[in-house]
């Protein structure tokens, strides 16, 4: 199920590994971008298969600004919250709740602010 919050109303920043990564999905796809900057440490960095991103204010602008299909949704299936950070796996959908494609992210957490994520992503729905 999604973690989408109901209502769009703003909040302050969570200060645990797992609400860190529920908020930086939820803002991510309610396009909260003022709110998912707030999440993200200035340093920033993400490494995914196809490039990288380094600062919050690049990975903001790339979500908000070039990202092909923004009607999207996170829907995460497990937060494995160990260590000083956290993992979580799930399943990007599309507009009509069809899978795009599963993923794994893994955030480092510090200082209450998400640090870095690197992405993992298999590319369908029975993989």
Same mark, same amino acid.
């Given at each position: 199920?999604? $973690? /989408? /919050?109901e209502g769009g109303e703003a909040a302050a920043a969570p200060s645990d590994p797992?609400?860190? &990564? /529920?908020a930086y999905y939820d803002a991510l796809d309610a396009g909260e971008y003022d709110r998912l900057r707030s999440l993200l440490a200035p340093e920033f960095v993400q490494r995914r298969p196809d490039r990288t991103f380094e600062g919050r204010d690049r990975f903001v602008a790339s979500m908000r600004d070039e990202r092909p299909n923004t009607d999207t949704t996170?829907?995460? +299936? /497990?937060? !494995?919250?160990a %260590?000083? %950070?956290v993992a979580v796996r799930g399943r990007l959908l599309d507009a009509d709740g069809e899978v795009l494609f599963a993923?794994?992210?893994v955030f480092s957490v510090e200082n209450g602010r998400l640090r870095s994520l +690197?992405? !993992?992503a &298999?590319? $369908? &729905?029975?993989d």
């Open positions: 199920m999604p $973690s /989408r /919050r797992d609400a860190l &990564a /529920r996170h829907a995460v +299936e /497990r937060v !494995y919250p %260590g000083p %950070g993923f794994v992210d +690197e992405t !993992y &298999a590319d $369908s &729905a029975g």
